[in-house]
């Protein structure tokens, strides 16, 4: 059984950037402040921090929601997971970017789950994180927040492991998630080099399991799509062009062009592995989850395939 334990955050160990655009006591806030070394607009809204004592994870796992100042629509607000990457917690988002300010601007609640070290995994040797994320958490917070239920309102949006983890959750559950984005992910889980990088936590992950060919193995899932009866989800794939994970997300970015019927964006420019990169990639992706929901309407063209240039 879940337990729900949420409440306003006071951030306080945030720094103090972070205070004044979430704590909604602080209503003399400043009206510009500096995230990642870039300006970033404030944000008066509502941070709860939640407490899930997961069965899953068979634990308790902390959670931030942040939601618009506005009352939400009657369908409730539209929502988009943010997924943080490897060594990293969801604060990240919340430290370095200004999405808080960009996301709640236009209506959109944010979620921003804990997944560890784990690639959004049920591990071998750990915590079982896909059953957490795809069993338990949607339908926890949908029952406690004020969010839509909606696929149509629904994204998910993850940075570097997150990315692969958010491209991952969407390709597996597509009747849950209308889009889903990636930001200079790691999307190539079955990379031997990633095995040599980072053993300890492969090996914790999959315990010597083989991965091409399986549910993990994001290639595998492409070429699974097209027996998936539904409308599948938009996909926005962006890495800068220094990324040491641009190999492997052109690669990815070929094999979504020969899915039929899949909407592909992305985004190849100047920039590195970095949240200074990231904070500019999300003045793209907002506006781009914007038309996801007209687009999946009729009103435009299902299969595009869309580059930026920046």
């Not at 049920?122 to 949607?138: A, C, I, T």
């Not at 559950?173 to 040599?196: C, N, V």
């Not at 009866?229 to 492997?248: I, K, N, R």
């Not at 299902?302 to 930026?308: E, I, Y």
């Given at each position: ?268 420019g100047p920039g590195d592995h970095d949240w200074g990169y990231w904070q500019g990639v999300l003045g793209e992706v907002l506006p781009w989850l914007e038309t996801v929901g007209s687009r999946r309407a009729g009103r435009g063209v299902a299969g595009a395939r869309r580059r930026l240039r920046r």
């Amino acid at each position: 059984m879940l337990i729900q334990r949420t409440g306003p955050d006071r951030a306080e160990q945030a720094p103090a950037h972070a205070r004044t655009m979430l704590d909604p006591s602080r209503r003399d806030a400043s009206p510009a402040c500096r995230c990642a070394g870039v300006a970033a607009r404030v944000a008066v809204v509502p941070l709860h921090r939640a407490q899930v004592d997961s069965t899953a994870l068979g634990r308790p796992a902390r959670l931030s929601v942040v939601l618009p100042d506005a009352p939400p629509p009657p369908s409730g607000y539209p929502t988009l997971y943010l997924v943080h990457g490897l060594d990293d917690d969801g604060t990240a988002w919340l430290r370095n970017t200004s999405i808080v300010a960009d996301a709640t601007a236009r209506g959109l609640a944010l979620v921003l789950p804990p997944i560890g070290a784990s690639y959004g995994t049920d591990e071998v040797h750990g915590e079982r994180y896909w059953e957490f994320l795809s069993e338990e958490l949607v339908a926890w917070v949908a029952g406690r927040f004020p969010l839509s239920a909606r696929r149509e309102d629904t994204a998910v949006l993850g940075v570097s492991m997150g990315g692969y983890a958010a491209l991952k959750w969407a390709l597996r559950k597509p009747a849950t998630f209308a889009a889903a984005a990636t930001l200079s992910g790691s999307l190539d889980i079955a990379d031997p080099g990633r095995y040599a990088r980072r053993p300890e936590i492969m090996d914790k992950i999959f315990g010597g399991r083989t991965v091409p060919g399986t549910r993990d193995d994001l290639f595998w899932l492409l070429a699974q799509l097209r027996f998936v009866p539904g409308p599948l989800p938009e996909l926005f794939v962006a890495c800068g062009a220094s990324d040491a994970h641009l190999d492997e997300n052109r690669r990815f970015l070929a094999a979504a062009a020969q899915v039929r019927g899949l909407a592909v964006t992305e985004s190849i420019g100047p920039g590195d592995h970095d949240w200074g990169y990231w904070q500019g990639v999300l003045g793209e992706v907002l506006p781009w989850l914007e038309t996801v929901g007209s687009r999946r309407a009729g009103r435009g063209v299902a299969g595009a395939r869309r580059r930026l240039r920046r």
